[in-house]
């Protein structure tokens, strides 16, 4: 229902994304964007995915000569701490104790931008998440499977055991995936 | 993770709780029952849902000899409104008309039995979810898409555009597609 002559672009390697925009019926390109994501002291997380998806968005106009470009940056904050992409799977089973039987909020940032016009519209979701107290077995059950490694906060609500890791949500649930359908739905069809 | 050497039954057609099943890993087998849903007067939503997946669980158990059986059932609520399956294109029409802009209840009733140690776990999970407005032609799009039909309320929160008109939800994501997985799993490791 997105009607536009340009090209869409995703500026993201992500395969939870792509797989996103392709369900609601979006034809695009997709290609990567290499960033160092730098968390500020002090900064708020909205500030930050809102900073990392307009710095991605920088990068990503180089590439692209006309068309509509979409970039996403996603956190997962615990207590103030922010929880990123697991180096190795013993930091992914720390990660899953620290979040097991907690509360955490996932940020994402999106930013779309408009080659032609140069018009943009940036904006963030957050999606507040509640664990269950998962034990150590399913916590090693679940990184030996392998899916909570390029993933911030070391799960995926969508994949096999993440999905029974979560007791409930308040929120937007394809953010906690990656990519707010709604807020980027609405975006791409005020910009395009 | 759910170890049992009994083999698990799923009393529902549905395709969308068959794969939420196969997707946290469970190995079942699958058979419709017939029921015809009535909603009694003046009957609270929680105690409606429980009931019907108790009333599919006494057919259910007429067809397994052994093994663990799954029940369930959905149904969405606005204002104290059942709003079931739609009969035909034009009543889904009217049923997305009457959800957009506005916020709803998902109910979902849960019964899992043993029928070797005749262990019975029942339950229901209840989750907001808030719509934006969606205009007549996205809703003519999405009902002429065929997406509607067999589902309670006329969306599907999983599917194509299902996915947009939701901006927000409050509990479990997978009550909303159809079953409570986490509570779902919750029973299924006590019972087996």
């Known amino acids: 229902m997105i009607k536009t002559a340009l090209p869409i672009f995703l500026a993201s390697k992500s395969p939870r994304r792509r ?4 369900q609601i019926g979006i034809k695009y390109k997709s290609f990567s964007v290499k960033l160092k994501e730098e968390i500020l002291d002090g900064e708020h997380p909205a500030a930050c995915v809102e900073r990392l998806a307009m710095e991605k968005m920088e990068i990503a106009k180089s590439k692209v000569k006309e068309g509509i470009i979409i970039t996403a940056d996603t956190i997962v904050v615990l207590n103030k701490q922010v929880i990123g992409k697991p180096k190795n799977k013993k930091e992914a089973e720390e990660f899953l104790s620290l979040l097991s039987g907690k509360t955490h909020a996932v940020y994402t940032g999106i930013c779309v931008v408009n ?10 979701e957050k999606t507040i998440v509640e664990f269950r107290k998962i034990s150590k077995d399913e916590i090693k059950d679940y990184v030996s499977g392998g899916s909570p ?6 799960y995926g ?3 096999d055991f993440g999905a029974v890791f979560v007791k409930k949500i308040n929120g937007c649930y394809y953010n906690v995936v990656g990519l707010p359908l709604t807020k980027l739905y609405d975006s791409l069809r005020k910009i395009s």
């Open 115 to 124: 080659t032609i016009t140069n018009s943009k519209k940036l904006d963030f």
């Open 157 to 159: 609500i969508q994949d």
């Open 19 to 22: 797989k996103l925009l392709k």
């Open 149 to 154: 490694m390029d993933k911030a906060g070391a």
